[in-house]
């Protein structure tokens, strides 16, 4: 049961303009969401989170948007840069079990931006 | 600052083996978590491993088997392997309490190959 989608395998966007990843989750105990970056042959690096209490995090060039209505979170990246081609996989976590959280990641995007 | 460190990175195994991978979590982490990533798809939580014991579960059968010694290093036991279990076994550090709970940091992971 896949709990978090990011339906969109992949994105390409010209350098300088706008990257919008998107995420769907469905369990609505999800509290904090977070987007991590991943290079080939690298493990997963943090990028930025939310937490459910917010609609917005901001971070730089990052920012992270979430609607918990529509149970949908985006990431916006802008200006991209070439740098940022990666993988990117967004991430769900709820509290199970006292203090102890399950995480639940999205099957990711592969973000090419273009020089 | 040493990150998360996993060894080995490669390892060819054939069915019904028994595999041992090992994990090194970045240095003032105490909670380590694994988990298996099939090729072009997100993480999987395996499990989550706190003052030694395993505090949360993913759905994975009792194949799969872990431990967490006094310095918080941790390794992740795969018995009577399948061709299935084929993937990238990632470890992930954290802290339990504090803001940045719910950040974790990843190794580079370890290449499973059963044949």
């Known amino acids: 049961d896949q709990q978090v989608k990011q339906n969109s395998p992949s994105l390409s966007v010209q350098e300088g303009r706008i990257s919008i990843l998107n995420c769907d989750y469905t369990n609505s105990m999800f509290d904090y969401f977070l987007w991590y970056k991943k290079y080939p042959a690298e493990g997963p690096t943090f990028l930025i989170s939310?937490?459910?209490?917010?609609d917005k995090n901001e971070d730089g060039r990052f920012t992270v948007f979430l609607n918990k209505s529509a149970k949908h979170l985006s990431l916006h990246i802008v200006p991209s840069q070439p740098g940022d081609s990666a993988v990117y996989f967004c991430a769900a976590s709820a509290e199970e079990g006292g203090n102890f959280n399950k995480f639940y990641f999205g099957s990711g995007t592969k973000l090419n931006v273009k020089p | 600052d040493a990150g998360v460190t996993q060894s080995p990175t490669h390892l060819i195994k054939t069915r019904g083996q028994q595999v041992t991978l090992r994990c090194s979590p970045k240095?003032?982490?105490?909670?380590v978590s694994w988990y298996q990533q099939a090729l072009g798809q997100g993480p999987q939580f395996i499990f989550q491993y706190y003052e030694e014991e395993e505090r949360q579960r993913g759905n994975f059968p009792d194949r799969f088997s872990g431990h967490q010694f006094p310095n918080y290093s941790s390794e992740l036991n795969v018995n009577a392997l399948l061709l299935g279990d084929s993937a990238l076994y990632l470890c992930?550090?954290?802290?339990?309490?504090?803001?940045?709970?719910?950040?974790?940091?990843f190794g580079a992971g370890t290449r499973l190959s059963v044949l």
């Open positions: 939310i937490s459910s209490i917010k």
């Open positions: 240095s003032g982490h105490d909670t």
């Open positions: 992930a550090s954290s802290l339990l309490w504090g803001l940045a709970k719910n950040i974790q940091y």
